[in-house]
Antibody
């Protein structure tokens, strides 16, 4: 059974780097049928796609995050990571990892990351 | 402001039907599959409909999806109190090169 689990610090100081890991079980990240995504949701607001990474390491990001975001994949350990630099209060959100194809069919439970203002 | 437009809220009595619209453009809905997600309070989004009108295993046929041109619709029949949630549409936008979501529709069962 596919499971995704986010982990990382719940509090990040302004201007520092947010780092999260999504551990995946039940399917190999080497599977070429899927890609792996980070999606965030500010408190009380809607969903925002952060970016996605493919099995070969190619990654695509939301242009609104400019060059602050990096998503990488470790197939040997079956996890992928999100790195967001120079964070500000506007980056406070629940961060979800998800499996993608023509849709996001499996999601992690989400982890709240707070950046104090 | 979201690229995909959804009504902020809808309500209906138990057993009734609601239809949630998602309006986009030729660069997103007009050219790509639409998905719908249900987010119950305090939980992660859950896939309800994919590729415009397909239901994942375990999703009851009370939920249906359709697409026409640059708009998509989610229908919920036989409304239940457990259907109270936020519903989001999503698709890829070819012009922006981003995955886009609607702002969500909060469904209340009266």
């Amino acid at each position: 059974q596919l499971q995704l689990q986010e982990s990382g610090p719940g509090l990040v100081k302004p201007s520092e780097t947010l780092s999260l890991t999504c551990s995946v079980s039940g399917v190999s990240l080497s599977n070429t049928d899927y890609y792996w995504a980070w999606i965030r949701q500010p408190p009380g607001k809607g969903l925002e796609w952060v970016g996605s990474v493919y099995f070969n390491g190619n990654a695509y990001y939301n242009p609104s995050l400019n060059s602050r975001v990096t998503i990488s994949i470790d197939k040997s350990k079956n996890y992928f990571t999100l790195r967001l630099t120079s964070v500000a209060a506007a980056d406070t959100a629940v961060y979800y990892c998800a499996r993608g194809s023509s849709r996001f069919d499996s999601w992690g439970q989400g982890t709240l990351v707070t950046v104090p203002s | 402001q979201s690229v995909l437009t959804q009504p902020p809220s809808m309500s209906a009595a138990p057993g009734q039907k609601v239809t949630i619209s998602c309006s986009g453009s030729s660069s997103n809905i007009g050219k790509n599959y639409v998905s719908w997600y249900q987010q119950l309070p305090g939980t992660a989004p859950k896939l309800l409909i994919y590729e415009n009108n397909k239901r994942p295993s375990g999703i009851p046929d009370r939920f249906s999806g359709s697409k026409s041109g640059t708009s998509a619709t989610l229908g919920i029949t036989g409304l239940q109190t457990g259907d109270e949630a936020n519903y989001y549409c999503g698709t890829w936008d070819n012009s922006l090169s981003v995955e886009v979501f609607g702002a969500g529709t909060k469904v209340t069962v009266l």
